[in-house]
């Protein structure tokens, strides 16, 4: 069975941080462009981060440059996202998805597209 699942998600007082991860199950991540999307009530989903599956270049979001950085450790079949400096605006669930044919890590965000999504963790930040 393909699968993402996210973990790491919480409560968390603005200006801290959490680090979320992607774990993949029956399919190899390392052929596969990952993004980070978020989705807030009453918004639409949001590609905030995403990575290359070659080269490891990364496009990030305008609304996160500078505060949150995504990784991939191909050997464990995973992926994080590290978010530094949280703001009470973060606030949503976050998805990790797979994609095996957009070009580029900016497509990938800026399409919102993904083959494979993962089920959602919910990040608040909130004092």
């Known amino acids: 069975q393909l699968q993402l699942v996210e973990s790491g998600g919480g409560l968390v007082q603005p200006g801290g941080s959490l680090r979320l991860s992607c774990a993949a199950s029956g399919f190899t991540l390392r052929n596969y462009i990952i993004g980070w999307f978020r989705q807030a009530p009453g918004k639409e989903r949001e590609g905030i981060s995403c990575i290359s599956s070659n080269d490891g270049t990364t496009y990030y979001a305008d609304s996160v440059k500078g505060r949150f950085t995504i990784s991939r450790d191909n050997a464990k079949n995973s992926v994080y996202l590290q978010m530094n400096s949280l703001k009470p605006e973060d606030t949503a669930v976050y998805y990790c998805?797979?994609?095996?044919?957009?070009?580029?890590?900016?497509?990938?965000?800026?399409?919102?597209?993904?083959?494979?999504w993962g089920q959602g963790t919910q990040v608040t930040v909130s004092s």
């Open positions: 998805a797979a994609d095996g044919w957009v070009a580029t890590a900016q497509h990938m965000c800026r399409m919102i597209r993904g083959d494979y």
